[in-house]
């Protein structure tokens, strides 16, 4: 979780928000400052020599931004960006999946951490004007096609932010606001509540679920016998496919995990993950949680009833990643489960949790950035160590575990893959000097 906070956490807000508004209508949708794409001539992606034998290039886009977060909905995707950590420049923008073209831009939006995308369109969290920049207080629904702002909410009080936001198809949005107390400036947090936006013809409705938990964490420097009081502030917030009454919240300083009721508000599951790296998905109506430094997956239902476990390894190894040593990525088909560690991929029976096959990983390879399923095939980039993301893609048939293909090494930097709609899509950085963005490039089956 903390590897996706760190890709996911990475207009001209004036025109966009009125200040003190709480709800903005979406009956009176305003435009998108919209920038027209660069005309300068594009860059060549240069990923390949050849070189992605079962796959083509659709389409190569040059993007004026360095991503750090793509979500799509419909023939859709959404975009934040930012100039290399400069908060005054970020920006979103959509792009369309057929063509590649950048259907609109906002530059220059302080605060942009998360998207989420739904049918009703990109709800995305940003900054109004005059408080801490780098903290998003609103929660934006703009168009897919326009990027107009179709409504929003925002904080009342100055002291709140928005922390996370998720999704639901159906165009609800669920947000956790926090408010930071005064023990240690800035990190703990006094308050934390869980909201829930529905977007209908005339207004957005904002219904607070529940306020969050309160736990005790150790800090450095402090007494062991004396922790700091926070409430809980989850990175990250789920949703069960089959059970919409349910949501899943987890991963703070407090390495907890929290299932609510949206009903009634009260908790199902209530623990303690106590590692950096855990893995967390739910599917259907199970909660799977992979611990890998306890060398173990759970299955959880929403109310907290044990449905299975079943061993990792059978030993302690350091998982090998960019960033360290650490866990693996859990990822999900409608048949198996895919956890992808830097020494072992697993493929897992949801309903049962019983092995389906394993396969080991190349000696002396790191994994770099998330690998991604699409269709049947895993992708993961993998390289030595201490080149960045200087790898290539291998695939690997989810069906059997075998390795089908490997890419020829990229010549750039490949820092995120997406898997979306039947595509796989990198994201890479141009050649050192030319560009301050990055090249989004759409890779397809070949027919």
Not at 140 to 155: A, F, I, M, Q, Y
Not at 248 to 275: H, K, M, S
Request: aromatic content about 8%; hydrophobic content about 35%; some cysteine.
């Amino acid at each position: 979780m903390n590897k996706m906070r760190m890709v996911a956490c990475l207009v001209l807000i004036g025109q966009l928000l009125t200040a003190g508004c709480r709800v903005t209508s979406q009956s009176g949708a305003r435009s998108a400052h919209t920038v027209p794409p660069d005309s300068s001539p594009g860059h060549q992606a240069v990923t390949h020599g050849g070189a992605f034998p079962p796959l083509r290039i659709a389409w190569q886009q040059d993007l004026p931004m360095y991503i750090a977060a793509l979500v799509g909905s419909g023939d859709r995707l959404c975009a934040l960006g930012t100039y290399y950590g400069l908060s005054q420049q970020n920006g979103v923008l959509a792009i369309d999946t057929k063509t590649g073209a950048v259907l609109w831009r906002v530059p220059r939006v302080p605060g942009l951490s998360s998207v989420a995308g739904s049918s009703a369109g990109f709800w995305v969290t940003e900054h109004l004007p005059g408080w801490d920049p780098d903290r998003p207080n609103s929660v934006v629904l703009r168009d897919k096609d326009t990027g107009n702002v179709l409504g929003s909410w925002t904080d009342p009080t100055s002291g709140d932010f928005i922390h996370s936001i998720a999704s639901r198809p159906d165009g609800t949005c669920f947000a956790v606001a926090g408010r930071y107390g005064k023990d240690r400036g800035s990190d703990t947090v006094s308050a934390a509540t869980l909201l829930e936006l529905k977007p209908s013809a005339t207004q957005i409705k904002v219904r607070t679920v529940r306020t969050l938990p309160h736990y005790g964490i150790w800090v450095q420097g402090r007494d062991i016998e004396d922790p700091l009081d926070t409430a809980f502030l989850p990175d990250d917030i789920g949703t069960f496919p089959d059970s919409p009454d349910w949501l899943f919240l987890a991963g703070d300083e407090t390495q907890r995990v929290l299932t609510i009721n949206l009903r009634t508000g009260e908790t199902g599951l209530t623990g303690v993950l106590g590692e950096d790296y855990p893995g967390l998905m739910s599917w259907h109506s199970a909660l799977i949680i992979a611990l890998p430094r306890e060398r173990r997956m759970v299955a959880t239902s929403p109310d907290g009833r044990r449905l299975w476990q079943r061993p990792l390894i059978n030993r302690r190894v350091w998982i090998r990643t960019e960033y360290g040593p650490g866990g693996g990525t859990l990822l999900s088909t409608p048949s198996r489960l895919i956890y992808v560690t830097g020494e072992v991929v697993y493929a897992i029976d949801p309903k049962t949790g019983s092995l389906l096959w394993k396969a080991k990983q190349p000696k002396s390879s790191w994994l770099h950035g998330e690998p991604v399923v699409v269709g049947s095939v895993l992708y993961e980039i993998i390289g030595p160590a201490n080149v960045g993301q200087f790898g290539s893609i291998q695939a690997i048939s989810i069906t059997d575990g075998r390795r089908t293909w490997k890419s020829s090494p990229f010549r750039t930097q490949v820092y995120a893959m997406i898997g979306y709609a039947g595509a796989l899509y990198l994201i890479e950085r141009p050649a050192p000097g030319t560009s301050n963005g990055c090249i989004l490039v759409k890779l397809v089956g070949t027919r």
